[in-house]
RNA sequence: GCCAAUGUGGCUCAGGGGUAGAGCAAUUCACUCGUAAUGAAUAGGUCGUGGGUUCGAUUCCCACCAUUGGCUCCA
């Protein structure tokens, strides 16, 4: 047997034993099992249960488990009616809706695991318990999930089992976890001094000085890359009035997720900020109800209205970087992967049909060359048109056929994933997937096309012919959020960025103050020639200063003493090990960090 | 929004019905010319917030807020 087929067969029937054991806990008549399918780490059963699960419960169940395995029995498959199904099943509302589910003609099977449990399954099984014995499993975790992954019905109880073929795969994964979670962007950001987050604006990122440095390099890369690509960076207003929503359909389709400011409808100024006049009232009724941007497309609409287009003009990029702000349902946050106030590396771009092909090939190549810089790889997802689809099905036709070419172009047929259906009500879109250190996918980068924000705002350019045509909007995002791309780089590089990135690139220590003269020179030159440095002037112990500096994770930490100052050298500590170059010519030492940063290089030299 | 867990000095965490403890960080002093944790002393907390139970709550109960892991939804 494969191993990928192994690892199927056996964790889907560790499902089944988990099952069982949950059963035999807490009773039949009190439990409702649902799915038990595997996944990427072993599987997971939901269940009704009469009580939640405990940290405690946890151990008897898993105890429970080896128990069952321990008993031998023999796993019969056999095949029933439909009827007969409903019959077995006839107590259990989850099964019964599967049986009722199933078309007409499938062959319905159900596995007996001894004589007392039998589950609904298209398996295959092992035939015996004991096939079991080497399994080595643990219970992950238990949280909720919806029966059918639909909010409005059921909600179950999902426990969640690490399943692996041997104690030492287990162990080994087990591993990769805890060095994943030190990998943590939260713990990162916060140790390396780069964010913080406060209750005084939940799912807000306040930026420190060093994260805030480094922040404004990615955005200096994305103007300098995106400059070469004939964008013009606009800005626009963070609250708009609420007609502005009306307009562009996010007061009927997006509201939810907005931050609202309701109007006064009555009442008269507040005379301090103490007590405020309670006679006021509010009301998102009020014309003077206005609403922080969750997008930046309106704005550029209305930027782009302002006056009469050719087509000569076109395509016409608008690339922003505005603070946008997107409320979430509580339970939805996560670090910077996902916030409530953030930026993107935003961009609208006005074509003409004929057009889209080579500006999507455009945005692609700058994607390319952004995670190129990274060392980044993604997943591409197409979405297609929904049922639901505005505007005229002959331009989805050709839009879908356009990004397609791009697409098999780009990756090769079958080599990115297509959501049919699944595209905008407004547009087909490209989406980019990252994993982050737990294995979790965020959306980053994404290219939508949109056929109805045109529409809404009434653009037009005038045609070759005279006539008035409408533009297509290309609504862009590379890194996507920022917030989220640094949470990803940070995982990904463990906190040692690349040195074009890192918020301090060089630190100097000089061994004692007699040194400090020459530090200060170093310092100068490093500054003037456009090189991020920190240095530590104070009168303590080198050790101490380093020791400070490797915890920061700067790429270059220069020694300077007695013999570095006579002769107009560095002596460098190179990060990710302790060896040290010596007798490095300051000017040469300055050369090579001016040659990273002009090539934003990956790696980090450690000969100059 | 739903299920569960967590919240103790700036950070990491221990404790537990009788008004709090460690390490790191900070401050002061000493040490300090060769590459990652020198020594001593000092200071810092109404134990997330608000109620309740109790003679007494940081500890038990309830509500709320925030965070984390999932579900759902999204960049």
Same mark, same amino acid.
């Given at each position: 047997?494969e191993?990928?087929?192994?690892?199927?067969?056996?964790?889907h029937?560790?499902?089944?034993i988990?099952?069982k054991?949950?059963?035999e806990?807490?009773g /039949?008549?009190?439990v409702?099992?649902?799915?038990?399918?595997?996944i990427?780490?072993?599987?997971?059963?939901?269940?009704?249960?009469?009580r939640?699960?405990?940290?405690d419960?946890?151990k008897?169940?898993?105890?429970?488990?080896?128990?069952?395995? /321990?008993?031998r029995?023999?796993?019969t498959?056999?095949?029933?009616? $439909?009827?007969?199904?409903?019959?077995?099943?006839?107590d259990?509302?989850?099964?019964?809706?599967?049986?009722?589910?199933?078309?007409?003609?499938?062959l319905?099977?159900?596995?007996?695991?001894?004589?007392?449990?039998?589950?609904?399954c $298209?398996g295959?099984h092992?035939?015996?318990?004991?096939?079991?014995?080497?399994a080595?499993?643990?219970? !992950?975790?238990?949280?909720?999930?919806?029966w059918?992954?639909d909010?409005?019905?059921?909600q #179950?109880q999902?426990?969640?089992?690490?399943?692996?073929?041997?104690?030492?795969?287990?162990k080994?994964?087990?591993?990769w976890?805890?060095?994943?979670q030190?990998r943590d962007?939260?713990k990162?950001?916060?140790a390396?001094?780069m964010?913080m987050? *406060?209750?005084?604006?939940?799912?807000?990122?306040?930026?420190?000085?060093?994260?805030?440095?480094?922040y404004?390099?990615?955005?200096k890369?994305?103007?300098e890359?995106q400059?070469?690509?004939?964008y013009?960076?606009?800005?626009?207003?963070?609250?708009?009035? /609420?007609?502005?929503w009306?307009i562009?359909g996010?007061?009927?389709?997006?509201?939810?997720?907005?931050?609202?400011?309701?109007?006064?409808?009555?009442g008269?100024?507040?005379?301090?900020?103490?007590?405020?006049?309670?006679?006021?009232?509010?009301?998102?009724?009020a014309?003077?109800?206005?609403a922080?941007?969750?997008?930046?497309?309106?704005?550029?609409?209305i930027?782009?209205?302002?006056?009469?287009h050719?087509?000569k003009?076109?395509?016409? *990029?608008?690339?922003?970087?505005?603070?946008?702000?997107?409320?979430?349902?509580?339970?939805?946050?996560?670090?910077l992967?996902r916030?409530?106030?953030? *930026?993107?590396?935003?961009?609208?771009?006005?074509?003409s049909?004929?057009q889209?092909?080579?500006?999507?090939k455009?945005?692609?190549a700058?994607?390319?060359?952004?995670?190129?810089?990274?060392?980044?790889?993604?997943?591409?997802?197409?979405s297609?048109?929904p049922?639901?689809?505005?505007?005229?099905?002959?331009?989805?036709?050709?839009?879908?056929a356009?990004?397609?070419?791009?697409?098999?172009?780009?990756y090769g047929?079958?080599?990115?994933e297509?959501?049919?259906?699944d595209?905008?009500?407004?547009?087909?879109?490209?989406?980019?997937?990252?994993?982050?250190? #737990?294995g979790?996918?965020?959306q980053?980068g994404?290219?939508?096309?949109?056929?109805?924000?045109?529409?809404?705002?009434? #653009?037009?350019?005038?045609?070759?012919?005279?006539?008035?045509k409408?533009?297509?909007v290309?609504?862009?995002?590379?890194?996507?959020s #920022?917030?989220?791309?640094i949470?990803?780089i940070?995982?990904?590089?463990?906190?040692?960025?690349?040195?074009?990135?890192?918020?301090?690139?060089?630190?100097?220590?000089?061994?004692?103050?007699?040194h400090?003269?020459?530090?200060?020179?170093?310092?100068?030159?490093l500054?003037?020639?456009?090189?991020?440095?920190?240095?530590?002037?104070?009168?303590i112990?080198? $050790?101490?200063?380093? !020791?400070r500096?490797?915890?920061?994770?700067d790429?270059?930490?220069l020694?300077?003493?007695?013999?570095?100052?006579?002769?107009?050298?560095?002596?460098?500590?190179v990060?990710?090990s302790?060896?040290?170059?010596?007798n490095?010519?300051?000017?040469?030492?300055?050369?090579?960090?001016k040659?990273?940063?002009?090539? *934003?290089?990956?790696?980090?030299?450690?000969?100059?």
């Amino acid at each position: 047997m494969e191993r990928e087929e192994f690892l199927s067969v056996y964790r889907h029937s560790l499902a089944h034993i988990m099952a069982k054991a949950v059963i035999e806990i807490y009773g /039949k008549e009190n439990v409702q099992y649902a799915i038990g399918p595997q996944i990427a780490d072993g599987c997971y059963y939901d269940f009704t249960l009469p009580r939640p699960v405990s940290e405690d419960d946890i151990k008897v169940i898993e105890d429970k488990m080896r128990e069952i395995i /321990k008993r031998r029995e023999n796993w019969t498959r056999k095949e029933v009616s $439909r009827s007969e199904a409903l019959e077995i099943f006839k107590d259990q509302k989850f099964k019964t809706e599967l049986i009722n589910d199933l078309p007409e003609d499938e062959l319905i099977t159900v596995y007996y695991t001894g004589d007392d449990f039998v589950d609904l399954c $298209r398996g295959p099984h092992i035939d015996n318990s004991q096939e079991l014995f080497q399994a080595a499993f643990q219970i !992950k975790n238990v949280s909720g999930a919806y029966w059918r992954g639909d909010e409005k019905r059921d909600q #179950l109880q999902r426990i969640y089992l690490f399943a692996f073929p041997s104690k030492d795969e287990l162990k080994a994964h087990l591993t990769w976890l805890k060095e994943a979670q030190e990998r943590d962007h939260k713990k990162i950001g916060v140790a390396l001094d780069m964010f913080m987050f *406060r209750d005084t604006a939940p799912g807000m990122a306040y930026w420190l000085p060093r994260g805030w440095t480094m922040y404004s390099q990615l955005m200096k890369y994305s103007r300098e890359l995106q400059a070469k690509h004939d964008y013009n960076e606009i800005s626009a207003p963070l609250i708009n009035n /609420k007609k502005l929503w009306l307009i562009s359909g996010h007061w009927a389709h997006y509201v939810n997720n907005m931050f609202i400011v309701p109007g006064k409808t009555q009442g008269t100024e507040a005379t301090d900020a103490v007590s405020s006049d309670e006679t006021a009232q509010f009301s998102i009724e009020a014309e003077d109800t206005m609403a922080a941007k969750p997008m930046n497309c309106p704005n550029a609409m209305i930027e782009y209205k302002r006056t009469m287009h050719s087509y000569k003009e076109l395509p016409i *990029r608008y690339s922003e970087y505005d603070v946008l702000h997107r409320k979430e349902k509580s339970g939805q946050m996560n670090g910077l992967f996902r916030v409530q106030e953030f *930026r993107q590396d935003d961009d609208h771009t006005f074509v003409s049909e004929a057009q889209i092909k080579d500006e999507i090939k455009d945005v692609i190549a700058i994607a390319d060359e952004i995670y190129k810089t990274f060392g980044l790889t993604y997943r591409a997802e197409f979405s297609t048109r929904p049922d639901d689809f505005m505007g005229d099905i002959e331009s989805w036709n050709r839009a879908e056929a356009a990004l397609k070419e791009i697409l098999d172009e780009k990756y090769g047929e079958g080599n990115y994933e297509i959501n049919e259906g699944d595209g905008a009500f407004y547009g087909p879109k490209i989406d980019l997937q990252i994993k982050d250190a #737990l294995g979790r996918e965020w959306q980053c980068g994404t290219v939508q096309l949109d056929f109805q924000l045109p529409h809404n705002f009434e #653009l037009t350019y005038v045609d070759q012919d005279g006539s008035q045509k409408m533009p297509i909007v290309i609504h862009r995002a590379i890194f996507g959020s #920022l917030e989220r791309f640094i949470g990803i780089i940070t995982e990904h590089f463990k906190g040692a960025y690349p040195f074009w990135l890192n918020p301090f690139q060089v630190a100097v220590v000089p061994i004692r103050e007699e040194h400090n003269e020459y530090a200060k020179k170093v310092e100068m030159a490093l500054k003037e020639a456009g090189i991020r440095v920190e240095v530590d002037y104070s009168d303590i112990n080198m $050790r101490d200063k380093i !020791k400070r500096f490797k915890n920061m994770k700067d790429p270059y930490i220069l020694v300077l003493g007695n013999e570095e100052a006579a002769a107009e050298e560095v002596s460098v500590n190179v990060r990710g090990s302790n060896q040290q170059v010596r007798n490095v010519p300051l000017t040469k030492f300055i050369e090579k960090c001016k040659q990273l940063n002009a090539d *934003r290089t990956l790696e980090l030299p450690s000969e100059f």
